[in-house]
């Protein structure tokens, strides 16, 4: 049974042809600013035509607040969709295919979950690209909540004088941590401005440039620690461009261990690596069964 697996973020999507939990092909093109869900659906649909003779089903995994409705934006600067996004109901109605949606990270936690020993039975997955986002598995169950919004971690508000962020709060992780941020910072010190490609290439000489990546590191690092005193958990798994990003994963695990032992938690990669998100869109079609 084919998969058509679509990812949208804030910059990008990513679709894929997921077949017996693999990716047998894939792509990618940016994000467009489309504001009628079926000229969106059918912008996509564009990109996998040659696949849908083959396709028996649809997942979707996506940045924002996902319910019955459509997709709405908890942060609107990272997704510019007029809310709620019947996204879902448009890919039905076009294709006639059984549509499932989730948060993204949500989708990427219970597909990592799977692919982790019985003995971790709490876990967090974030994932820190042009957001900062999460998934959460209580006692081997995805807790989404009743909203939905259970995992949007991101928004834990950790600096009273911190930056704004787009959701209404200061000092959000998201609005310190994420690329979009990282890049905010860099813009104000770097003359002509760098990518955060580029940024990351420089740390280990630049010392403003380590400033800015330790800061998000120092910000994920909180994050979990405090993921660990709520919910007790046995590991986070992290993901995302930025989360997935040369040495990123050790400043953040060097961070954690500087807290009080009550308050560490492993962290270890996404083993779905940069699609975990992906992976999940079409994994979550497995999610009940395996329950």
């Given amino acids: 049974m084919?998969?058509?697996?679509?990812?949208?973020?804030?910059?990008?999507?990513?679709?894929?042809?997921?077949?017996?939990?693999?990716?047998?092909?894939?792509?990618?093109?940016?994000?467009?600013?489309?504001?009628?869900?079926?000229?969106?659906?059918?912008?996509?649909?564009?990109?996998?035509?040659?696949?849908?003779?083959?396709?028996?089903?649809?997942?979707?995994?996506?940045?924002?607040?996902?319910?019955?409705?459509?997709?709405?934006?908890?942060?609107?600067?990272?997704?510019?969709?007029?809310?709620?996004?019947?996204?879902?109901?448009?890919?039905?109605?076009?294709t006639n295919l059984p549509v499932a949606m989730l948060n993204d990270a949500q989708a990427a936690a219970w597909y990592e979950y799977t692919k982790l020993g019985a003995d971790i039975r709490n876990m967090a997955f974030i994932t820190v690209s042009t957001g900062v986002g999460g998934g959460i598995i209580i006692d081997g169950k995805l807790h989404s909540g009743a909203s939905g919004l259970a995992g949007h971690v991101g928004h834990f508000s950790i600096d009273p004088h911190g930056p704004h962020c787009g959701c209404g709060q200061i000092g959000c992780v998201e609005a310190i941590a994420s690329g979009t941020a990282i890049k905010r910072f860099s813009d104000e010190v770097f003359t002509p401005n760098i990518s955060n490609v580029e940024l990351f290439e420089i740390a280990s000489i630049n010392p403003q440039a380590n400033h800015i990546i330790e800061q998000s590191a120092k910000a994920i690092a909180t994050l979990c620690c405090n993921l660990k005193a709520t919910l007790d958990l046995d590991m986070v798994v992290l993901g995302g461009g930025v989360g997935l990003a040369t040495s990123y994963l050790d400043r953040v695990t060097q961070k954690i261990l500087q807290r009080p032992a009550a308050f560490q938690v492993p962290v270890i990669a996404a083993q779905g690596d940069y699609d975990a998100c992906l992976l999940g869109a079409a994994f979550q079609f497995n999610k009940e069964e395996s329950w």
């Fill in 2 to 94: 084919s998969t058509l697996a679509i990812d949208i973020g804030g910059t990008k999507i990513a679709i894929g042809l997921v077949e017996n939990d693999a990716i047998v092909e894939r792509r990618q093109f940016p994000t467009p600013i489309v504001q009628q869900a079926e000229l969106f659906a059918g912008t996509i649909l564009e990109h996998a035509t040659d696949w849908m003779d083959k396709v028996s089903r649809i997942g979707i995994s996506t940045t924002g607040l996902v319910t019955e409705q459509g997709i709405s934006a908890v942060n609107p600067d990272t997704l510019a969709f007029p809310a709620p996004f019947p996204l879902a109901q448009a890919l039905e109605s076009l």
